[in-house]
């Protein structure tokens, strides 16, 4: 609203208040529809948002900076190079075993194996124990394991090949539900039993990327026959820090809190971690699997960290897509989730995350309203492109500094939507305005022409009459014209309707033309003819003078209506007065009423003059062609004819 003290300015602002109750109440619903219509969204969140809720996650993630690996995490990489030296993939079991051998001899805490060994070596067969090789590598631990959980539709499968399950008390506010907080799995692809039973520790490998195949959440949890196990990432961090105490504490149906030690790790309702990438593939160092099989790595490469062995040659990767990169090792995902674990600097969603954005639709709905309500759809535009500006760096921000994820979706929908909302409203009440503008404009005008008509009865009945069934000719007369292209940009409907309208007034200009001149019963002398064809430039005078007492801007209307009053005796040959205009010189409204003024003239009976008939009348006309009259004007004239004749005859009734 605008403050007692403080005068509109003459732009153009919403209603409001003080313009009536009405508008300003439209203008709130429209704004604070679209509002609502988003806070719902936020609160259900319905699927066919969640490719948007993607997009922008995304957006946020590639905006925000990305941290550097804490360097405490190595990738080991069985790649193409290692390949060509070694032999082909998969390699015998004794070769993994002197890798793993090697790490652990270089001083690696953990290795991480990315690989499962769910069959025997194909050596086996020959006597060679390849196998057992690998068991032995296996057995003076820090080696931890990789197995797959599967979820089909089959009953599941009890089974003794999963090992090192975590033990995990379940800690639950009273007030929350009891839904299992973890994915379930119903079978296991498993390393051979030997494996699994010299390893230090296991953990499974599953990161499945959402429907749009961009991998931005992995589970750390899952349940397999009533027990509960970890990622590899996390079995790998729980051993390196001997962690003895874990814990899962649910905050609510969307958010956990995983406890390893002092560690306090962001989960959501099904145990997923949101991941923060430290940018596109190949930011962990790699070693090659040949360099560490031939002794050409430093030492300190691998001292007290943290190896995960992986494949990335061409034919055996894993890769998956994610917000900074389309081609992402699978090792380098566990690498990721281990380094988040390390350094403690997660992507985390607020506890009350969809109450908080919901709250924000709301509240940026309302302030929307209200500033655009006080400052006017422009200003209030610009305020809050500035909030919505402010909104999203706000979030970025807070995402890069905190981890936590706040998504602008919704509130940007809210702002978006209450802004369109409330300038349709803003066009509505406007149009509805201007309407009611045009239509009282419309009636003062029709008002104005039937008074100075009426001033024109009183001094001459035919010329009163003779104004009014001209407007009826010109309407007709003029629509016939506006379908030949050459007239049709100027003679719209619009235009036809305002033509047709001050038509009458063409012979305004008589009212200063002497009595014993206008109404002399016989033929004029060369004097009073002289004074009769005064009336173009009296009437053009009338319409000049009250447009300077008023103040009033030459708009269309009167710039048509001294057309019409100035020129409607205008020749085509340039013969007629008072300018002896010629041809094309002549505005279109006086070449149409130039026809229609003769045409009525010479059809209607006068005390000194005999009424021609109406086909007469017609080939009067067409006999002018090209002389009196424009040609074009003259061929509508023709086609229209007979609507003439009609127009006249119901004018005698």
Same mark, same amino acid.
């Given at each position: 609203?605008?403050?007692?003290?403080?005068?509109?300015?003459?732009?153009?602002? +919403?209603?409001?208040?003080?313009?009536?109750?009405?508008?300003?109440?439209?203008?709130?619903?429209? %704004?604070?529809?679209?509002?609502?219509?988003?806070? %719902?969204?936020?609160?259900?969140?319905?699927?066919?948002?969640?490719?948007?809720?993607?997009?922008?996650?995304?957006?946020?993630?590639?905006?925000?900076?990305?941290?550097?690996?804490? &360097?405490?995490?190595?990738?080991?990489?069985?790649? =193409?190079? $290692?390949?060509?030296?070694? &032999?082909?993939?998969?390699?015998?079991?004794?070769?993994?075993?002197?890798?793993?051998?090697?790490?652990?001899?270089?001083?690696?805490? @953990?290795?991480?194996?990315?690989?499962?060994?769910?069959?025997?070596?194909?050596?086996?067969?020959? %006597?060679?124990?390849?196998?057992?090789?690998?068991?032995?590598?296996?057995?003076?631990?820090?080696?931890?394991?990789?197995? !797959?959980?599967?979820?089909?539709?089959?009953?599941?499968?009890? &089974?003794?090949?999963?090992?090192?399950?975590?033990?995990?008390?379940?800690?639950?506010?009273?007030?929350? $539900?009891?839904?299992?907080?973890?994915?379930?799995?119903?079978?296991?692809?498993? #390393?051979?039993?030997?494996?699994?039973?010299?390893?230090?520790?296991?953990?499974?490998?599953?990161?499945?990327?959402?429907?749009?195949?961009?991998?931005?959440?992995?589970?750390?949890?899952? =349940?397999?026959?009533?027990?509960? /196990?970890?990622?590899?990432?996390?079995? !790998?961090?729980?051993?390196?820090?001997?962690?003895?105490?874990?814990?899962?504490?649910?905050? #609510?149906?969307?958010?956990?809190?995983?406890? +390893?030690?002092?560690?306090?790790?962001? @989960?959501?309702?099904?145990?997923?971690?949101?991941?923060?990438?430290?940018?596109?593939?190949?930011?962990?160092?790699?070693? $090659?699997?040949?360099?560490?099989?031939? $002794?050409?790595?430093?030492?300190?490469?691998?001292?007290?960290?943290?190896?995960?062995?992986?494949?990335?040659?061409?034919?055996?990767?894993?890769?998956?897509?994610?917000?900074?990169?389309?081609?992402?090792?699978?090792?380098?995902?566990?690498?990721?989730?281990?380094?988040?674990?390390?350094?403690?600097?997660?992507?985390?969603?607020?506890?009350?995350?969809?109450?908080? =954005?919901?709250?924000?639709?709301?509240?940026?709905?309302?302030?929307?309203?209200?500033?655009?309500?006080?400052?006017?759809?422009?200003?209030?535009?610009?305020?809050?492109?500035?909030?919505? !500006?402010?909104?999203?760096?706000?979030?970025?921000?807070?995402?890069?500094?905190?981890?936590?994820?706040?998504?602008?979706?919704?509130?940007?929908?809210?702002?978006?939507?209450?802004?369109?909302?409330?300038?349709?409203?803003?066009?509505?009440?406007?149009?509805?305005?201007?309407?009611? !503008?045009?239509?009282?404009?419309?009636?003062?005008?029709?008002?104005?022409?039937?008074? +100075?008509?009426?001033?024109?009865?009183?001094?001459?009945?035919?010329?009163?009459?003779?104004?009014?069934?001209?407007?009826? /000719?010109?309407?007709?007369?003029?629509?016939?014209?506006?379908?030949?292209?050459?007239?049709?940009?100027?003679?719209?409907?619009?235009?036809?309707?305002?033509?047709?309208?001050?038509?009458?007034?063409?012979?305004?200009?008589?009212?200063?033309?002497?009595?014993?001149?206008?109404?002399?019963?016989?033929?004029?002398?060369?004097?009073?003819?002289?004074?009769?064809?005064?009336?173009?430039? /009296?009437?053009?005078?009338?319409?000049?003078?009250?447009?300077?007492?008023?103040?009033?801007?030459?708009?269309?209307?009167?710039?048509?209506?001294?057309?019409?009053?100035?020129?409607?005796?205008?020749?085509?040959?340039?013969?007629?007065?008072?300018?002896? +205009?010629?041809?094309?010189? @002549?505005?279109?409204?006086?070449?149409?009423?130039?026809?229609?003024?003769?045409?009525?003239?010479?059809?209607?009976?006068?005390?000194?003059?005999?009424?021609?008939?109406?086909?007469?009348?017609?080939?009067?006309?067409?006999?002018?062609?090209?002389?009196?009259?424009?040609?074009?004007?003259?061929?509508?004239? @023709?086609?229209?004819?007979?609507?003439?004749?009609?127009?006249?005859?119901?004018?005698?009734?």
């Amino acid at each position: 609203m605008i403050p007692a003290a403080r005068q509109p300015t003459p732009r153009l602002r +919403l209603a409001s208040p003080k313009r009536g109750r009405g508008p300003w109440r439209l203008v709130l619903l429209w %704004g604070l529809g679209p509002t609502l219509v988003a806070a %719902g969204l936020s609160l259900y969140r319905p699927a066919f948002v969640t490719g948007l809720e993607h997009i922008v996650y995304d957006t946020m993630v590639r905006s925000a900076p990305t941290r550097p690996p804490s &360097g405490q995490i190595v990738i080991v990489d069985i790649d =193409e190079r $290692s390949l060509s030296a070694i &032999g082909q993939w998969p390699w015998r079991r004794d070769v993994m075993g002197d890798l793993i051998t090697r790490l652990r001899d270089l001083g690696a805490s @953990i290795i991480a194996l990315d690989i499962i060994f769910a069959e025997p070596d194909r050596q086996e067969a020959f %006597g060679v124990g390849t196998d057992t090789a690998l068991v032995e590598a296996l057995r003076p631990g820090r080696v931890v394991l990789g197995y !797959a959980l599967t979820f089909d539709d089959a009953p599941e499968k009890p &089974g003794t090949c999963l090992q090192h399950p975590l033990g995990l008390p379940i800690i639950r506010r009273d007030d929350e $539900s009891t839904d299992v907080p973890f994915f379930h799995a119903t079978a296991a692809i498993c #390393n051979l039993p030997a494996l699994t039973q010299a390893a230090h520790a296991s953990g499974f490998l599953n990161a499945a990327p959402d429907p749009d195949g961009i991998l931005r959440r992995v589970p750390l949890l899952m =349940e397999f026959n009533g027990r509960v /196990y970890p990622s590899l990432a996390a079995a !790998a961090i729980t051993a390196a820090t001997a962690v003895r105490n874990p814990a899962l504490h649910i905050a #609510n149906v969307n958010t956990s809190w995983l406890v +390893l030690d002092t560690r306090n790790i962001p @989960i959501d309702g099904k145990s997923n971690l949101l991941l923060r990438y430290r940018g596109p593939k190949r930011t962990f160092p790699y070693v $090659s699997a040949v360099d560490v099989l031939n $002794s050409r790595v430093s030492p300190a490469t691998f001292t007290n960290k943290l190896v995960f062995v992986g494949t990335t040659a061409l034919g055996t990767r894993e890769v998956v897509a994610t917000p900074l990169d389309t081609l992402f090792a699978g090792v380098e995902v566990q690498a990721t989730v281990a380094d988040n674990l390390l350094q403690q600097d997660f992507i985390r969603r607020p506890e009350h995350g969809v109450a908080l =954005e919901t709250q924000a639709v709301l509240g940026v709905g309302a302030l929307a309203a209200l500033v655009v309500g006080v400052f006017g759809l422009g200003w209030g535009a610009v305020a809050m492109v500035a909030c919505l !500006a402010a909104l999203w760096m706000g979030t970025i921000s807070l995402l890069s500094t905190d981890g936590t994820f706040f998504s602008p979706l919704f509130p940007t929908a809210g702002l978006f939507g209450a802004l369109a909302g409330m300038t349709v409203a803003q066009f509505t009440v406007e149009r509805r305005r201007a309407d009611r !503008a045009g239509r009282e404009k419309a009636v003062s005008q029709r008002l104005m022409v039937r008074t +100075l008509l009426s001033l024109t009865e009183v001094r001459d009945a035919d010329t009163g009459r003779h104004s009014r069934r001209t407007e009826n /000719y010109t309407r007709a007369l003029a629509a016939q014209l506006a379908t030949n292209p050459q007239f049709a940009h100027f003679l719209t409907p619009e235009r036809i309707d305002l033509f047709a309208s001050l038509a009458p007034l063409h012979d305004i200009g008589k009212v200063g033309v002497p009595d014993r001149v206008l109404n002399k019963p016989g033929s004029l002398t060369a004097e009073e003819l002289a004074e009769m064809r005064k009336h173009p430039d /009296y009437g053009r005078e009338v319409i000049v003078r009250a447009q300077q007492d008023a103040g009033a801007v030459d708009d269309e209307i009167l710039a048509m209506a001294k057309d019409i009053v100035y020129t409607h005796h205008e020749k085509w040959d340039g013969t007629g007065y008072p300018q002896a +205009l010629r041809g094309a010189e @002549i505005p279109i409204v006086g070449r149409v009423m130039a026809v229609v003024d003769v045409y009525d003239a010479i059809t209607t009976r006068r005390a000194y003059q005999v009424a021609m008939s109406h086909d007469e009348a017609v080939a009067f006309i067409a006999a002018a062609r090209g002389a009196h009259f424009d040609p074009d004007v003259v061929s509508a004239f @023709i086609k229209v004819s007979d609507d003439l004749r009609r127009i006249s005859a119901d004018g005698d009734r």
